[in-house]
């Protein structure tokens, strides 16, 4: 059973920095791309950053340069640091994953796993 767990959500003031974790389990991680999206209250889940099974990266434009995507295939982890925090970037934030052998895709559709999410307050 594929299980994802996102933590390291929380509050912190604008222009701080947090590091979100993503826990894989129950597939063949290093070969699977994955995503992080967040969904704020009242709008719709919006992609933010994705990395493939050979590292590319993707972001959106309004994290570009202030959030990173990175993978250990040892640790079977996906990481978002995120830096410049701005109170615009509050949201939930979740990790998923692509269906195995599919790359880069920013709608939400295209995966077909997904974490329980975790919060990130940022204050202004």
């Known amino acids: 059973q594929v299980q994802l767990v996102e933590s390291g959500g929380g509050w912190v003031q604008a222009g701080g920095s947090l590091r979100l974790s993503c826990a894989a389990s129950g597939l063949p991680f290093s070969s699977v791309a994955m995503g992080w999206f967040r969904q704020a209250p009242g709008k719709e889940r919006e992609f933010v950053a994705h990395?493939?099974?050979?590292?590319?990266?993707y972001y959106t434009a309004s994290v570009k340069g202030r959030f990173i995507i990175s993978r250990d295939n040892v640790e079977n982890m996906v990481y978002l640091q995120m830096n410049s925090l701005k109170p615009e970037d509050t949201a939930v934030y979740y990790c998923a994953k692509r269906p195995y052998g599919l790359e880069f895709a920013a709608g939400s559709n295209g995966y077909d796993v997904w974490g329980q999410g975790t919060q990130v307050t940022v204050s202004s």
């Open positions: 990395i493939g099974s050979a590292y590319t990266t």
